[in-house]
């Protein structure tokens, strides 16, 4: 089994930033592909960010959704298996819960589908006040 815990969440004003983090434990899966998912209240989760590492074409590729490109940043540090998503210029729309999803990149990476990732983490609320 692979065990996501994502911490960094909190309240933040309009404008400001934060840094969420996720450590992975448990079980290799080789090369990864690590996505960010978000849920406001009434809405569908949705892909927010996900990045590639491995050996294969395509090694390092970073995903964003539209609404977060150019204010988000998602990265990896291998060595403690954890990849974060530093959030900049937050505004009230980004306010959600954060997940961390896994999944083995050899069948690919991108803004995927929930259904895509088998492993996630229990959540970290982000709320971003005017």
């Known amino acids: 089994q692979v065990q996501l815990v994502e911490s960094g969440g909190g309240s933040v004003q309009a404008g400001g930033s934060l840094r969420l983090s996720c450590v992975a434990s448990g079980s290799s899966f080789g090369d990864k592909c690590m996505s960010w998912f978000r849920q406001a209240p009434g809405k569908e989760r949705e892909g927010v960010a996900s990045?590639?590492?491995?050996?294969?074409?395509?090694?390092?590729?970073?995903y964003y959704h539209a609404s977060v490109k150019g204010r988000f940043i998602i990265s990896q540090d291998n060595s403690k298996n954890t990849v974060y998503l530093q959030m900049n210029s937050l505004k009230s729309e980004d306010t959600a819960m954060y997940y961390c999803a896994a999944r083995a990149s050899s069948n690919g990476c991108g803004l995927l589908s929930v259904r895509d990732f088998a492993y996630w983490g229990q959540g970290t609320q982000v709320t971003v006040a005017s």
């Open positions: 990045i590639y590492t491995g050996s294969s074409r395509g090694s390092g590729s970073t």
